[in-house]
């Protein structure tokens, strides 16, 4: 059974950072593509970036690029997404998702249709 953990969620102010983690278990981690997917309030939900298992990573959109950082360390099972610089539209709830990575195109890893796997989310605030 495959379960997603996701943590470090937290209300923070304007330019500040946080660290997100994803913590997988149940999968073979360093087969799958992971990815960070987030909804805010009222809208639906959006890829932020991802990362493949020989870790190409896809990031969009534009708003977010140079200031998220996706990594992961499989030996510890566990996805990363380091965010710095943060805007008060960085507000939403953020998701990691996985998928096995037979040899995904960058399409198919922003593609929140292709993941099967999902945690529960970690809220991230970001006051003005």
């Known amino acids: 059974q495959v379960q997603l953990v996701e943590s470090g969620g937290n209300l923070v102010q304007a330019g500040g950072s946080l660290r997100l983690s994803c913590a997988a278990s149940?999968?073979?981690?360093?087969?799958?593509?992971m990815a960070w997917f987030r909804q805010a309030p009222g809208k639906g939900r959006e890829f932020v970036v991802g990362i493949t298992r020989s870790s190409t990573i896809i990031i969009a959109p534009d708003n977010v690029r140079g200031r998220f950082t996706i990594s992961r360390d499989n030996a510890k099972n566990t996805l990363y997404l380091q965010m710095n610089s943060l805007k008060p539209e960085d507000t939403a709830v953020y998701y990691c998702a996985a998928r096995y990575d037979y040899g995904l195109r960058s399409s198919e890893v922003a593609d929140q249709s292709n993941y099967p796997y999902w945690g529960q989310g970690t809220q991230v605030t970001v006051s003005s």
């Open positions: 149940g999968l073979t981690f360093s087969n799958y593509a």
